[in-house]
């Protein structure tokens, strides 16, 4: 995996790295039945989210792990669902200087968002586990 990198020049001179014999900056290691993903560089320090998120979405994508959700969601902007025994809740939370558009399916019960969250504002809705109706919303 390979990931352009940029350092404010305070953090690269405070960031500690890694030093791999081979020379290499990624290294895949094997431990029981899953795989360590370890980088030389510490990808979360560097310049902007974009470095950090493609990393953990390979990374996920490695391991098998798929989205519960299939549409956009831009960057700063976290959306979590939490399956309940007959609903689904999804916490929307903008952590993105601007007004930021959504639009998700819930590939479990097929509700959809289709919505736009204020900087800095959260929001809560809770669909139909079912058929994907929403039940309740919050923060609107």
């Known amino acids: 995996k390979s ?12 960031a500690e790295y890694l030093h791999f014999a081979d020379g290499e900056t990624f290294h895949t290691f094997t431990h029981g039945k899953g ?9 979360e320090l560097a310049e902007g989210l974009q470095p950090a998120g493609d990393l953990y979405a390979w990374a996920l994508n490695q391991a098998g792990v798929e989205k519960p959700f299939a549409g956009h969601t831009p ?39 289709n919505l736009s969250v204020a900087p800095g504002r959260a929001m809560l809705i809770l669909f139909n586990r079912k058929d994907g109706h929403v039940l309740a919303r919050f923060g609107e």
């Not at 990198?5 to 953090?11: A, D, G, P, Q, Y």
């Not at 939490?82 to 689904?88: G, M, P, Q």
């Open 3 to 14: 990931l352009a990198l940029s350092f404010t020049h305070e953090k690269q001179q405070a």
């Open 35 to 43: 795989r360590i993903f370890v980088t030389s560089e510490p990808v």
């Open 75 to 113: 960057a700063g902007v976290l959306v979590r669902p939490l399956i309940l025994a007959d609903s689904v809740m999804y916490l929307i939370v903008s952590e993105s200087a601007d007004i930021e558009k959504i639009a998700v399916r819930d590939k479990l019960s097929g509700g959809e968002i």
